[in-house]
């Protein structure tokens, strides 16, 4: 299993808006591909320094295979559409991680 996790920190003005996109835009998509097994999304409880808020936005899947046809299909899409609503008040760093356990 492979956790697929992009974490976001979002500006506080454009937060509820950001809400929406990630649940009727980003995740709908993911979903909508098949090759998504399950799907988090968490908020960091305490924000330090720098303001905003932060988000990880978590997909889960079964092998390479599945993620790197969602990367090539989907994300790439969904990131396109994040950055021309958004801009630069949606900045994001993706990590890819093996689950041990």
């Known amino acids: 299993m492979i956790l ?5 920190n979002i500006d506080s003005a454009i937060e509820n ?17 098949g090759y998504v097994h399950r799907h988090h999304l968490m908020k960091l409880r305490y924000e330090t ?6 988000y990880s ?24 559409d994040l950055l021309k609503r958004f801009g630069s008040n949606a900045v994001y760093f993706q990590t890819m991680l093996d689950v041990v356990f």
């Open 4 to 8: 697929f996790n992009t974490t976001f």
């Open 17 to 33: 808006e950001w809400l929406l996109w990630a649940r009727d835009i980003y995740f709908t998509l993911a979903l909508d591909s």
């Open 57 to 80: 936005l978590q997909l889960f899947f079964e092998n390479d295979s599945h993620m790197e046809k969602f990367l090539e299909e989907y994300e790439y899409k969904a990131i396109e």
């Open 49 to 54: 320094e720098g303001g905003g808020c932060t």
